[in-house]
C-alpha cells in the first residue's frame, strides 16, 4: 500500500515559516529511528536528487536537506566522540599550562633571588678585594715604621746620653752665669 503525501507535503512546503523552520532544524538531536527510516530511503531511485529535480525544485532542495542531516548525523557520531576527547585534551592541556606558568613564575622568582644574591657577592668581593688592600696597606706600613724605629734605635741611644749631660748643665747652668 502507498501512502499519498502529496497533499499533506505540499500544505507543509507552502507554510511561511517552513524554510524557517529548515534553517533552525535542532540537527544535533535526530532520534536513531528516524535516521534509520531516513537511510531506508536514500538509495531508492525516486529519492535521488536529480530524479526529484524533474519533478519539482521545491522538491529537490528538500530532498538535498533530507540527505545532508543524514550525513550530519553520520558525521555527528564520528566527530562528536572526538570533540568530547578534544575538549577532554584542552581542559588537560589548560590544566598543564597552568602548572608550567606557575612553575615559570617560581622560576623567575628564583632567578631574581639569584641575581641578588650574585649582587651581594659582588659586593662583598669588592669588600674583601679592599679590606685585603688595605691590609696589605698597613703592613707595608707596619714594616716601615719597623725599620724607621730599628734604624732609629742608635739615635735613641745618643739622645738618651745627650739628655742626661744637658739635664748636668742645665743644672751647672745656674751655677755658670
Known amino acids: 500500500m502507498v501512502e499519498d503525501w502529496w497533499g499533506p507535503s505540499k500544505t507543509m512546503v507552502s507554510d511561511?515559516?517552513?524554510?524557517?523552520?529548515?534553517?533552525?532544524?535542532?540537527?544535533?538531536?535526530?532520534?536513531?529511528?528516524?535516521?534509520?527510516?531516513?537511510?531506508?530511503f536514500l538509495p531508492l531511485d525516486d529519492f535521488q536528487p536529480e530524479r526529484v529535480k524533474t519533478v519539482s525544485k521545491a522538491c529537490f532542495g528538500i530532498c538535498m536537506w533530507v540527505r545532508a542531516m543524514e550525513t550530519y548525523d553520520r558525521v555527528a557520531k564520528v566527530v562528536g566522540p572526538k570533540k568530547a576527547?578534544?575538549?577532554?585534551?584542552?581542559?588537560?592541556?589548560?590544566?598543564?599550562?597552568?602548572?608550567?606558568?606557575?612553575?615559570?613564575?617560581?622560576l623567575q622568582e628564583v632567578i631574581d633571588a639569584l641575581a641578588a644574591l650574585e649582587a651581594?657577592?659582588?659586593?662583598?668581593?669588592?669588600?674583601?678585594?679592599?679590606?685585603?688592600?688595605?691590609?696589605d696597606l698597613c703592613e707595608k706600613k707596619i714594616n716601615?715604621?719597623?725599620?724607621?724605629?730599628?734604624?732609629?734605635?742608635?739615635?735613641?741611644d745618643r739622645w738618651t746620653e745627650n739628655a742626661k749631660v744637658l739635664a748636668v748643665d742645665y743644672v751647672n747652668l745656674t751655677g755658670d752665669v
Open 85 to 106: 576527547s578534544l575538549a577532554i585534551a584542552e581542559a588537560e592541556y589548560n590544566e598543564v599550562m597552568e602548572q608550567l606558568n606557575k612553575k615559570r613564575a617560581e
Open 120 to 135: 651581594q657577592l659582588n659586593g662583598l668581593k669588592a669588600e674583601k678585594d679592599d679590606l685585603a688592600y688595605q691590609v
Open 16 to 40: 511561511k515559516d517552513f524554510l524557517k523552520s529548515l534553517q533552525t532544524f535542532d540537527k544535533d538531536s535526530i532520534p536513531p529511528a528516524t535516521i534509520k527510516k531516513i537511510q531506508t
Open 144 to 156: 716601615r715604621a719597623e725599620a724607621l724605629i730599628e734604624s732609629l734605635g742608635g739615635e735613641k
